[in-house]
């Protein structure tokens, strides 16, 4: 596993036999414009902490643990730390994401409409990964990617 930062951005990636598997970006990018209570399901902070921008795991390295060894690398860099994630509902909705962020341990806490340049819209469901109450102590586990 690798690590970059380009401008405000983290990259992290993931190889398997020399090919990239996955990659991770993230930032501190201030999500306060979604602060607003009428977008919320619940009270929850997401003006601050960690906000995941883009996580892609390439089709054929789905479901050997990349993309769960990118968020694990995530939180034990940043074990005090929320994290905010995104999903695409529509036009389609990505329901392996919205999966795979459930199974880690991630809640939904609104869903967001956005426009695009072009005029369109499309629907978005925030995710948010609460720092586990052992993080203050112990840190989280990390585990590097596996074949």
Same mark, same amino acid.
């Given at each position: 596993?690798?690590?970059?930062?380009?401008?405000?951005?983290?990259?992290?990636?993931?190889?398997?036999?020399?090919?990239?598997?996955?990659?991770?970006?993230?930032?501190?990018?201030?999500? /306060?414009?979604?602060?607003? &209570?009428?977008?919320? !399901?619940?009270?929850?902070?997401? @003006?601050? +902490?960690? #906000?995941?921008?883009?996580?892609?795991?390439?089709?054929?390295?789905?479901?050997?643990?990349?993309?769960?060894?990118?968020?694990?690398?995530?939180?034990?860099?940043?074990?005090?730390?929320?994290?905010?994630?995104?999903? /695409?509902?529509?036009?389609? &909705?990505?329901?392996? !994401?919205?999966?795979?962020?459930? @199974?880690? +341990?991630? #809640?939904?806490?609104?869903?967001?409409?956005?426009?695009?340049?072009?005029?369109?819209?499309?629907?978005?469901?925030?995710?948010?990964?609460?720092?586990?109450?052992?993080?203050?102590?112990?840190?989280?586990?990390?585990?590097?990617?596996?074949?």
């Amino acid at each position: 596993m690798q690590g970059y930062i380009i401008r405000h951005f983290s990259y992290l990636t993931c190889e398997l036999d020399g090919s990239p598997a996955a990659f991770l970006k993230h930032s501190r990018r201030a999500l /306060a414009g979604y602060q607003d &209570a009428c977008w919320l !399901s619940g009270p929850v902070d997401i @003006a601050t +902490g960690i #906000h995941i921008e883009k996580i892609v795991v390439r089709q054929d390295c789905r479901g050997r643990g990349n993309g769960r060894a990118l968020y694990e690398r995530v939180t034990k860099q940043f074990p005090l730390e929320s994290l905010h994630s995104f999903v /695409a509902q529509s036009p389609c &909705a990505n329901t392996a !994401s919205t999966r795979f962020h459930e @199974a880690l +341990g991630f #809640h939904r806490v609104a869903t967001v409409p956005y426009e695009l340049a072009d005029g369109s819209w499309f629907l978005e469901s925030l995710y948010v990964l609460e720092p586990a109450p052992e993080a203050s102590t112990t840190g989280r586990h990390y585990q590097d990617c596996g074949a």
